[in-house]
């Protein structure tokens, strides 16, 4: 299963859409693989790490009925899929309730019971320079009580979007979780230490056996950069410590235990 983006007006106009989600069906199609969700991009900052209530983006703003738009034709031609929108756990209702009135017109008035409309955000622990490390660690394992927890998440979609889209299914999605020692700007001192191999391969445990939300639809997407061919730049995370290569995980299995 895959998850796809389409890209802010500006980048991807409308009238590509349409064709751009056939060839996406037919790609899919081909090989014998699925589409678990689709992010809409609204506005092109950063779309896994943006937040809907931003840089304007209200009834009015020229992306608006674009995304409306985008939205419903995303479940016309993927039915199954998450249609995912930037959150980040910022749920302004100044922002989402027009959003989401205007979006059930566009469904003709009322929610298609079939949707699934994600609200996706990122999870990052290791990169807070404030966090110790068995802090960083607790952010998502099992029994944790952290708001990045991924039972606590869907939790607050369900209390904060669940009746307002109902009779769709409210869902929580982590675009990114992890972290990267390598990357500039991002890996200050305080990260870098934190990010170590085993350090890495134990959050990757706890990510694993934490408590999952009941809902089959929850994802969350691990973020990891490693040098693309074998040869990282220094730009895209791989500079450093990594838990992956491009085909095998390098976490031995006796650190691979959940804490």
């Not at 998850?3 to 060839?23: F, H, S």
């Not at 922002?95 to 017109?105: R, S, V, Y």
């Amino acid at each position: 299963k895959f998850q796809v983006t389409l890209m802010k007006p500006r980048i991807q106009p409308d009238r590509e859409i349409g064709p751009a989600l056939a060839k996406i069906a037919e790609i899919v199609a081909a090989n014998g693989h699925s589409i678990s969700s689709v992010q809409v991009d609204h506005i092109g900052t950063r779309p896994s790490e943006s937040a809907l209530c931003i840089l304007g983006f209200m009834p009015g703003h020229a992306a608006f009925s674009s995304v409306i738009s985008r939205v419903v034709q995303v479940h016309q031609s993927f039915p199954e899929a998450v249609v995912s929108l930037p959150w980040q756990q910022d749920s302004d209702s100044s922002c989402w309730t027009p959003f989401l009135q205007a979006l059930k017109q566009g469904f003709g008035g009322i929610f298609p019971a079939a949707l699934k409309l994600g609200f996706h955000t990122t999870v990052y622990p290791f990169w807070q320079d404030s966090l110790s490390i068995e802090a960083a660690l607790g952010e998502v394992k099992k029994s944790s009580e952290s708001s990045n927890n991924f039972n606590k998440l869907q939790e607050r979609v369900d209390e904060d979007f669940a009746e307002g889209v109902a009779p769709a299914t409210a869902v929580a999605v982590v675009n990114e979780i992890g972290w990267a020692s390598g990357c500039d700007g991002i890996s200050r001192p305080a990260v870098a230490q934190k990010s170590t191999q085993e350090n890495q391969c134990t959050f990757i445990a706890n990510v694993l056996r934490t408590d999952w939300p009941a809902t089959p639809y929850f994802e969350a997407f691990f973020f990891a950069g490693w040098p693309f061919e074998g040869s990282g730049d220094g730009n895209d995370c791989s500079s450093n410590i990594s838990p992956f290569t491009a085909t095998e995980s390098l976490c031995p299995e006796s650190w691979g235990q959940s804490r």
